[in-house]
């Protein structure tokens, strides 16, 4: 398995309260990519990084930010959480761009009370 | 992102028959298809992948095959077994785009 690692792997919260996710590799992978996961709609993207301090936005991407500061790590902070939020959340890591595969961590369960 | 759209939703089939999974897409583009399987409280994990420069490949019971012109690939398993059941996605990577998946359950 890809190394991966995600933290917490499960977490409860409130609502308005912050809330950093991280991601972890240990691939050297220049690609990470931060995912929710809820019923009916797969996996929708958040933020993706191409390299470190370059990042870009995925398709439901307000309400999060995320930061790379080093190749191994990818933070994704919900600065306020709300209700909304409360999914599973996967990081993912690929060697290339879209023509390579990615492989992912075991997700970070989120919930908003 | 990319629509894509995976069919069916749910799959229920006898152990031992084939079972099929199909995902369609728009952006001619697009030229890297990879099918992933995901288990309970797991990350998806990359089954297979095909591109564009061919029409199927397979591995062991699964394969996949891709129609550029009409813009689907599907997956297909065969000789199902209990361990197969799971969920299945499909991804458009060019676009950054995952099916909603499709759970597979093998009956025994």
């Known amino acids: 398995d890809a190394g991966i690692t995600q933290s917490p792997r499960h977490k409860v919260t409130e609502t308005g309260t912050p809330v950093t996710l991280r991601c972890h590799q240990t691939?050297?992978?220049?690609?990470m990519y931060w995912y929710r996961q809820d019923p009916g709609h797969g996996l929708r993207l958040i933020h993706y990084s191409y390299g470190v301090k370059d990042t870009d936005k995925g398709e439901v991407s307000d309400g999060y930010s995320v930061s790379r500061s080093k190749t191994e790590d990818f933070l994704l902070t919900l600065e306020s959480a709300t209700s909304s939020q409360t999914s599973v959340y996967f990081c993912?890591?690929?060697?290339?761009?879209?023509?390579?595969?990615?492989?992912f961590g075991d997700g970070t369960r989120l919930s908003i009370l | 992102g990319e629509n894509v759209e995976q069919h069916p939703s749910t799959l229920s089939v006898q152990e031992g028959d084939s079972a099929v999974i199909k995902c369609t897409y728009s952006?001619?583009?697009?030229?890297?298809f990879p099918w992933y399987k995901q288990e309970l409280g797991k990350g998806p994990q990359l089954i297979i992948d095909i591109r564009s420069n061919v029409g199927e490949k397979k591995d062991q019971r699964i394969a996949v095959t891709l129609n550029k012109t009409a813009k689907h690939f599907s997956l297909h398993i065969t000789e199902t077994q209990p361990e197969d059941s799971a969920v299945y996605f499909c991804?458009?990577?060019?676009?950054?785009?995952f099916g909603a998946g499709t759970t597979v359950t093998v009956r025994a």
């Open positions: 952006d001619s583009a697009s030229n890297y």
């Open positions: 993912a890591i690929s060697e290339g761009g879209t023509n390579q595969p990615q492989h």
């Open positions: 991804a458009v990577p060019y676009k950054l785009s």
């Open positions: 691939e050297n992978h220049r690609y």
